[in-house]
Every structure is written in C-alpha cells, then in structure tokens.
C-alpha cells in the first residue's frame, strides 16, 4: 500500500494539494486541531475544490493531531507564524524515516522546524499556484503555477514525486531551493508591505515606481551579501513584471490585514531585516519600511510578530 499523504493545514495551498492528490486516487488524510473541527469537516462531508467554476467534494479522512497513526509524509500547509509548533505538536507520531513538505511563505520557519524535528527530512517547497478561500473546507483554484521543491542537506529527489505527477500538481526539484526560496522573499518584500501601506492592489505599486526601485536595489544589495546572486538578477524587472502581471490582485498581506489577521511579517521582512543586521549590512529603506509597517499594524491593533 502507498504511503499516505498527511496535511497539516486545510488553507488554501493545503486544501488544493489534498483534494488534487485525493483525486488522483491517492490516499490522504487532513489533520485538523481539535474535536470542534473534527465535527466541523464531517458535517461538511469533505473538502471541497472549484476549478473551471465546477465544484466537486472529496471525502478525505481526517482525524485530530492526537490520533495515534503514524506519519511517514507530512505536507505541512500551516502559516508560516505557526509552523514550528504545529510540527512539534506531532513530533511523537513522526517515523524514523519521515519526510515533511514545507510549503511556507518567507524563510525562517523553515530551520525551526528541521531544529525541532531533526530526524525527519525536511523538504522546501515555494509555489506560485493561485487559489483562496471562499468558504469553510472549500477552495477555489485561481491561477495555475508551479512548485519547486528541495533539500538543502540532500539532494536526491525523493520517489514520490509520482505521486505529484499523478495528481497534475506542476512541479520541479530544485537542486538550489535556497536561491528560489530567496528570490521569492525579495519579491514579496517588495510588493506585499507596500500594497499594505498604500492601501491598494498590486498594480497600485505603478504609481510608486521609485519607492518600488530603491527597495529593489537594497534588496539586491542583501541577496548579494547572503550568497544569493542568482536571486538577486534582474530583481527589479522581475518585481515590475509581478506589478503588471498581478494588477488586479490583492498581495496575500493586503488581504491578511484586511480581515484583521496576523500576518506573516516576521518571515518575509521582518527576516530580510534580521539578517541585513546580522552581515551589518545598512539598508536604512528597507529598515523604515519596516518600521512603517509594524506601526500601521499596531494601529489596527494587529500583531508585529
């Protein structure tokens, strides 16, 4: 019998992976925090995955994190805020020869979780697959993409990227996942905060063309520093053709502030930041732009962390 599919997270990306694997034939199981949620997702009867307008549910098992089976494949679809202790909640249940699909946003969730679970093999994974919410245990697939996926500590591809293939998810292993997982950092930081601050849709940032083009070059500049080159080529073309692409899009920070939920500022920014002072590197538009940030959330009464 196939190793079973364990998701932690029933968000979008994590709703979209389980159904699209579920489809396939594969076998899945949702982990979901507590008995509430349980009765919740049985009385909904699945998950649910529009694409193309046509709605279709799937009767994926789920069971609570204090279930006794054993996890051999975890695709941990959590926020990236809430990652290391959702992992370390199932530490127990983990086999010796686990392998965990890390599918955050930003860096820094990443090594908490490879510290906590240091047995497990832990996989990167940066996606630009669309999707988003629109009701409890339902997803709706908004724009096609596509998934890299890597080790930094191996870099051997595992054998159940069948399974991917199986279940139409694009995708592709990356033997320098790191570079990928940077670059997609820059571009978030040079976009998502000032879509907040601005109160406006990504292709609102046209009209900020400057701000956009100091910000890139700092970032360049901590890319650089890091060890990141390939990250850091063309970096402002790249952020002006997301801007142009994605214009009538809302950043996925935009939309988190206006549903007054946390955000994931600590892995994006705020970790940009971090690291600029840890190579004592100036980047003095990048740190005020954190600054601003962090107080416009602390007026809307929203935490920084």
């Known amino acids: 019998m196939s190793t079973p599919w364990h998701v932690l997270g029933a968000g979008s990306l994590g709703t979209l992976w389980a159904t ?19 009765r919740s ?12 307008g046509e709605a279709n549910t799937y009767a994926v098992p789920a069971q609570t994190t204090d279930d006794p089976e054993p996890i051999r494949r975890l695709l941990v679809a959590c926020k990236a805020y809430d990652t290391e202790n959702a992992v370390a909640g199932l530490a127990s249940r983990l086999t010796a020869d686990a392998e965990l699909i890390l599918l955050q946003n930003g860096l820094g969730s990443q090594d908490a979780v490879a510290n906590r679970v240091p ?16 009701g409890d245990w339902r997803v709706v697939f908004a724009g096609h993409g596509y998934t890299w996926l890597g080790d930094v500590a191996h870099a051997v591809a595992p054998i159940w990227l069948d399974d991917l293939d199986a279940a139409k998810i694009p995708h592709a292993w ?38 956009v083009a100091i910000l890139c070059a700092e970032l360049i500049e901590l890319l650089q520093r890091c060890g990141q080159p390939a990250a850091a080529d063309n970096l402002q073309q790249e952020v002006e053709r997301v801007i142009l692409a994605t214009a ?8 988190d502030v206006a549903s007054r939920r946390r955000t994931e500022i600590s892995y994006l920014l705020g970790h940009a930041c971090k690291v600029a002072t840890r190579h004592q590197l100036h980047l003095p538009h990048l740190n005020q732009l954190q600054v601003r940030l962090v107080a416009h959330l602390h007026s809307l009464g929203l935490p920084s962390d």
Not at 28 to 36: G, N, Q, S, Y
Not at 248 to 255: D, F, G, L, P, T
Request: with cysteine.
């Open 20 to 38: 699209r694997l579920a489809r396939a034939g594969l076998a899945v199981r949702l982990i979901v925090r507590d008995a509430e949620r349980l």
């Open 119 to 134: 047995q497990a093999r832990c996989i990167s994974a940066s996606s630009t697959e669309g999707a988003f919410r629109d």
């Open 248 to 255: 009538a899009n809302y950043s996925s920070m935009y939309q």
């Open 174 to 211: 990356s033997t320098d996942i790191l570079t990928r997982l940077w670059r997609k950092l820059a571009l978030n930081c040079a976009i998502n905060p000032l879509t907040v601050l601005h109160d406006c849709r990504n292709g609102g940032l046209q009209a900020h063309h400057c701000e």
């Open 41 to 52: 997702y049985n009385a909904a009867g699945g998950l649910t995955l529009v694409e193309h």
